[in-house]
């Protein structure tokens, strides 16, 4: 449950138990606790986003007015004060000690149900040569679905679709696994990409969710220990109608004591940036003075190019709230990065550097909006593009998201 709180009483990064409160019989009274977590604060509106990630009842309502007879004398103005601002916010801890306190005479076993609320989440770090990985998890179900921090796997979910299947086995034959270790490893790093364990999530590696009436498969396809720090590539298929869009990760580098992120080519990227330009200028007739084969409106595309470089700040990702938050980065068109490319800056020692912050760029949002509505993305059979887009990287893990209508068994 997502609640709309006044930002001058939450914090970011908050996380505590609290105390739930509603109107029975025209009385407001305790009903329960729970715990609370800001997702987001944006003190220039005024408001603040809290998520109610867990909340037990209590036997019986107890009326405000109750809690407040039975506080301590020194805090009952204290408490009633906080009480009629009917305000949602987080009590100071000797307050609330005192509202516990007070309960305590009323509600039997309340220390076991606080005691009973899960405990908090730790709060993980990233290894920064995991970051591709997490923000390839990650974007694929942010362009799945606008809520997707809400989103949680199907628990035991079923076997994959025909669809998912199929073009697993054409990853397979494009991308071979290199020893029976490698093959389809379901570990806990393959899961930990959104902090799910695999046992209960996962079939065969393959993670469900759903929206609506679609559904999004998931999958890392070749999992590798070591990963290069190139990063993650993600393939993302849309079937009815069909698209493609892929997105290439690339890490990007700072010197000592300096803020100008950058990015140093290893002779690799303007190669693949080059196929997948050679893939949309074949697949799509968008820039033709010749009239498009297909009058279908959701074949319209903005641009031919399907193919995006997103650049990887190597910073720890922000925790917001008990989520983390993707890493820092924008995205780029293909066509823009062969042109930043083509024009590199010295560094000091007088290497060829490129500081991508200069370039035209769409931030997460925009990007993962013009994808959902198909302003971006290939048009045209999706096996066939996917035997040639999977075929760009011979080495390293790529996530496979497939989203499909959802299918009645």
């Known amino acids: 449950m997502y609640l709309n709180v006044n930002s001058t009483h939450w914090r970011s990064h908050t996380r505590a138990q609290v105390l739930l409160i509603a109107s029975v019989a025209g009385e407001m009274s305790a009903v329960g606790v729970g715990n609370c977590t800001t997702q987001t604060r944006r003190g220039w509106a005024g408001s603040a986003v809290v998520k109610l990630t867990d909340r037990i009842a209590l036997p019986e309502p107890v009326p405000l007015a109750t809690i407040v007879e039975l506080a301590a004398s020194r805090m009952r103005n204290v408490v009633q004060r906080m009480f009629e601002e009917e305000e949602s916010r987080v009590i100071p801890s ?4 005192v509202i516990v306190d007070a309960l305590r005479r009323s509600v039997p076993g309340i220390d076991q149900i606080f005691a009973n609320l ?5 709060r993980r770090q990233v290894p920064l040569d995991r970051l ?10 942010r362009l799945f679905d606008p809520a997707w921090r809400s989103l949680e796997p199907v628990r035991t979910p079923p076997p994959p679709t025909p669809l998912a299947s199929q073009l697993e086995s054409v990853a397979s034959v494009l991308r071979p696994t290199r020893s029976p270790r490698e093959n389809d490893s379901i570990t806990a ?3 930990g990409f959104l ?3 695999a046992a209960g999530h996962a079939f065969n ?3 469900l969710f759903r929206s609506g009436a679609r559904q999004l498969l998931v999958k890392n396809i070749n999992f590798q220990p070591e990963e290069p720090k190139t990063g993650a590539d993600l393939v993302y298929v849309r079937s009815e109608p069909n698209s493609v869009v892929l997105v290439q990760y690339k890490m990007l580098r700072n010197d000592k004591d300096s803020y100008e992120y950058y990015f140093r080519d290893d002779g690799r990227l303007a190669g693949q940036v080059h196929v997948m330009l050679k893939l949309s200028e074949t697949r799509t007739r968008i820039m033709d003075m010749t009239p498009p084969a297909s009058t279908a409106p959701d074949e319209y595309r903005i641009s031919p190019d399907f193919g995006f470089v997103k650049f990887v700040e190597p910073v720890q990702p922000s ?3 008990d989520q983390m938050s993707l890493p820092a980065g924008r ?5 823009g990065v062969l042109r930043m490319l083509a024009n590199p800056t010295k560094g000091p020692g007088g290497g060829e550097r490129h500081v991508v912050s200069q370039w035209r760029s769409l931030d997460g949002e925009t990007f993962a909006k013009l994808v959902r509505d198909q302003w971006v993305g290939s048009i045209g059979d999706v096996t066939k593009e996917l035997f040639e887009i999977l075929g760009l990287q011979s080495d390293g893990p790529v996530y496979l998201a497939i989203e499909e209508p959802e299918r009645l068994v």
């Open 205 to 207: 590696g393959w993670f």
């Open 189 to 191: 790093d393959t899961a």
């Open 331 to 335: 995205y780029h068109p293909a066509r």
């Open 195 to 197: 902090d799910w364990d």
């Open 319 to 321: 925790q917001n709230g």
């Open 132 to 141: 591709a990985q997490r923000d390839a998890s990650q974007t694929a179900l």
């Open 94 to 97: 000797k307050s609330f000690q």
């Open 118 to 122: 899960p405990p908090f989440p730790r």
